[in-house]
């Protein structure tokens, strides 16, 4: 039987983004609400007890857009949420920390593997814990970039600014060692162009991919998919002014988008 029910997808701001770009070409026909916590990004630098708590609204409010699966896209919520939202709502609920260790497991030739990301989820070490349960021969060499997010969210994705910004966290990792990295923020495939150019031939994992393919299997063996072979419709919603939103989110997703709405989350 179809389920017609939305996904419903979060991250802090315009990161999610690129997982709903993922999903949208992954299963096409299923509807997204979306919700970007704009008044309150970046999460990276919050306690771990404000980022539950956000989260927790969020879904909240997503349950009542009657969401049939909820997919955490931010790495940090993702690390230091999700036990505490399984554990509150009986819902499936999926983050983009554990798709993105799976990629990275597979690909390391030699189990040497760097992770970048905000400060909380790289003080976390949620990436290092999931590695090391996949395979425990792994190292891992991580680097927090706190400023990539806020470039991001300005539309400050190239230039000379930038490329300063990448090459004084980029330094900080044994580029020697590494042959995998993991952009463990869902704001950084945006910046992956100017990323590459500072690190050779490195092999560049975002879970964006990773997590769409997760969210198929979860609805697939739930049977909550829907059937429609038409075009799912997509909601999105922010927690400050939607126009920037708007105008920033075409470069995630390629195309533009109208209708943004604000969410009474607080």
Known sequence: MSDNRPLGIFDSGLGGLTVVNAIKQKIPNENIVYVGDT??????????PLIVKFSSQITQFLLEKDAKLIVVACNTA????IPTLQNEFNIPIIGVITPGANSAAELTKNNNVGVIGTIA???????????LKINPSINTISQACPLFVPLV???????????????HYIKNLDLSRIDTLILGC????LLKPAIKQHINNH???DSADSIAKAAYLILKNNHLINDNTEQGQQDFYVTDSPLNFANIARRFLGYPIQNVKTAPIS
């Open 39 to 48: 008044a309150r990004v970046p999460y990276g630098n919050k306690s771990a």
């Open 78 to 81: 993702s690390a230091l949420a």
């Open 121 to 131: 989820t790289i003080n976390s070490k949620a990436y290092q814990k999931e590695l």
């Open 153 to 167: 969210e300005e539309g400050l994705l190239e230039g000379p600014i930038v490329s300063a910004i990448i090459a």
């Open 186 to 189: 869902t704001h950084y495939p």
């Open 203 to 205: 092999m560049l994992i």
